[in-house]
Each structure stands twice: as structure tokens, then as C-alpha cells.
């Protein structure tokens, strides 16, 4: 049962609405707030075209989208623009992007000439299509919150995955960020965990080589945890892992908060050193039996987060994580 039964009179109305690229989290964040999911029928014209009709009465209601901008992004992103509009047009009184993981966020600034910033680009369709607040979970780049005119909720995983890593009593522990760039996270994780932290440093000729590695710290005989946001490929945990392995580490996790991986990304995630990947359930996967990836749902998290805000209550308390009290979401699979 719910944490938070919506049917009480005090409480305010609120409906919520799932898009086709992450429904089973949607179904999970409703199975929590003990609601039911919004009927919308969206369809694909034979010319690639979306229809969507929102076939509940929203007039004047508190109404949640939840849609994550995974592949096919593009597709998936024009169905959220599509349901808001059609939302924005029934008479609905506010709509909330509940967006669980954000595409385009690597495309937050001009790094070369004659390029996009298409970070910002998303963030004015959104708003245009007609959001009036944004839920989303970790994005790549936290400065894209300022790219938007309107409230964004940004949440974190790391209470979900850091009560599951302190949950396995994983002895000798030290977190390793993969990158520079991820050293602020991998803080964040190592303070939670009261262990020490080490870096990979890197040296890319491209986006999608890497041309050399570095490790900064010491982690012979040590477990390690290697920490990052995202990960497509699984390439850049596998390079460090390896590197790990190379400089003594016994068992090496990785754990992300989105983890986009094709049947390719997983074949080399089971071939490789790394002994697990623990991520969430903000990207819709394939199930895998018997591989190296547990997914924990984050769906508790972003329900507590909607409860709160559909009731204008703080959300605070959800950006932390505090050991000694492990949060009530948690016991949602």
C-alpha cells in the first residue's frame, strides 16, 4: 500500500500521465501514491506521425507527464511535447515534466564553433509545449536547471544506490570516479560511505576514444566502487575498470544512475572485469536474466517528490541522504 493514500479530503487532486518510454516506472510511482495511471491513447500514424488523446477528464487538475528522453529520444521527446499540449488544452491547471532521465544534457554549451547548445534548445520546448515545472533525476550537466524559466525539482539516486551498496557491508571500500568530471558525485558517494576516494583521469582523442589513463590514489587489495551518472556503452567503466584490476583492486562494482545499454552494452558489460553495475530504473531495459546489472527503482523517490509537490510541500529532504535514516521509498522494488 501507499506511503501516501491520495484519497484523503485534505489532500489536492492530481492525475498522472505516462508516456510509452519508461510506462512500468509510472506504473510503480501510481502502485506508491496508490492512484491510478491516466488513460491516454497515443498512437503512430503510418507516415511516423503521434496522435495522443488524454481520455480522463484534467480540467482544472494538478497533472504529472512522466517521460523519460531515452532512445529513441527525439521520438520519445515529441511524444512529451504532443501529451503536454494536449494537456495544456484540456484546461489543466498545471503540468509537471517528470522527466526521469534527461536527454541532450551533454550538449549543455558551445565547446566548438557552429554548434548548438541543444541542452537549452530541449528546455524551451518543454516550456513551450507547456510545462509549468520540471522533476527530473541527476542530469549530466546540473546547470541546465538554469536553462529553464520555471521551477526545476532535481532529484538524486544516490539515497536509493547508496542504501543498497551499504545494505551488501562491502568490506575495505573505496569509491573511484572514472573521470575528472565526476569527481563531485564520487565525493558525494565517499562521504556517505565514510571511505576515501581515488580518479581516473583520461585523455580522450575523441568523444569515443580514449587515448590514455591515469589513476590518482591508491587501491591495491582495496573493493572498489566506480561512480558515475550515465553510461551508453559501458566502455568508459570497462577502461577503468581495468585499469583497477591492473593496479590491484580485488572487486570492482560500477554504479550509474542511468544506464542506456543495447544488447552490445550488456555483452561487453558480462565479458568484462567489472563483477556488478547497479543502476535505477529511470531508462526502460530489457529485463536480463542472470547478467551483472541490479536496477533499483527510483520510483518511490519521484512519487514522494510528486505527493509533495502536488501539496506544496518541501522537497528538500530529498536531495540527501543521511545514513541513520534510511528513507521509506526505499522498500519499493
Known amino acids: 500500500m501507499s506511503s501516501h493514500p491520495v484519497h484523503d479530503k485534505n489532500l489536492k487532486d492530481f492525475r498522472i500521465f505516462s508516456g510509452r518510454s519508461n510506462r512500468p516506472l509510472a506504473e510503480k ?14 498512437e503512430d ?7 495522443v488523446k488524454i481520455e480522463d477528464n484534467v480540467r482544472g487538475k494538478d497533472v504529472f507527464v512522466v517521460q523519460s528522453t531515452s532512445p529513441p529520444t527525439n ?3 515529441m511524444e512529451m511535447f504532443i501529451m503536454m499540449d494536449a494537456l495544456r488544452r484540456a484546461s489543466a491547471s ?6 526521469p532521465f534527461y536527454g541532450y544534457a551533454r550538449q ?12 537549452k534548445l530541449v528546455a524551451n520546448l518543454i516550456c513551450t509545449a507547456g510545462a509549468s515545472r520540471v522533476l527530473t ?9 538554469g536553462f529553464f524559466d520555471i521551477p526545476v525539482d532535481h532529484l538524486y539516486a544516490a539515497p536509493v ?7 551488501k557491508k562491502v568490506p575495505n571500500l573505496i569509491v573511484v570516479s572514472p573521470d575528472v568530471g565526476g569527481i563531485k558525485m564520487a565525493y558525494a558517494y565517499a562521504e556517505a560511505l565514510h571511505t576515501t576516494l581515488a580518479i581516473v583521469a583520461k585523455r580522450r582523442k575523441s568523444p569515443h576514444d580514449v587515448e590514455s589513463m591515469a589513476l590518482i590514489g591508491e587501491v591495491q587489495g582495496r573493493n572498489v566502487l566506480l561512480v558515475d551518472d550515465l553510461t551508453e556503452t559501458a566502455s568508459t567503466l570497462i577502461a577503468a575498470a581495468n585499469l583497477l584490476k591492473e593496479r590491484g583492486a580485488q572487486n570492482v562494482m ?9 544488447e552490445k552494452g550488456l555483452e561487453k558489460l558480462q565479458n568484462s572485469c567489472i563483477d556488478e553495475l547497479i543502476t535505477t530504473d529511470t531508462v526502460c531495459r530489457p529485463a536480463e536474466k542472470g547478467g551483472k546489472v541490479t536496477t533499483l527503482s527510483v520510483a518511490g523517490l519521484l512519487g514522494e517528490a510528486i505527493y509533495r509537490i502536488a501539496n506544496n510541500l518541501s522537497v528538500t529532504s530529498l536531495f540527501e541522504y543521511k545514513a541513520d535514516k534510511p528513507q521509506k521509498w526505499q522498500s519499493l522494488g
Open 29 to 42: 510511482i501510481c502502485q506508491f501514491l496508490d492512484v491510478p495511471l491516466g488513460r491516454c491513447k497515443i
Open 75 to 77: 521520438q520519445n521527446l
Open 45 to 51: 500514424f503510418p507516415d511516423g506521425e503521434t496522435f
Open 161 to 167: 544506490i547508496l542504501r543498497y551498496v551499504i545494505d
Open 254 to 262: 560500477a554504479c550509474v544512475s542511468h544506464a542506456i545499454l543495447n
Open 94 to 99: 498545471r503540468i509537471t515534466a517528470v522527466i
Open 137 to 145: 533525476v541527476d542530469l549530466h550537466a546540473q546547470q541546465i536547471q
Open 108 to 119: 549543455d554549451r558551445k565547446d566548438q564553433p557552429r554548434v548548438p547548445i541543444t541542452a
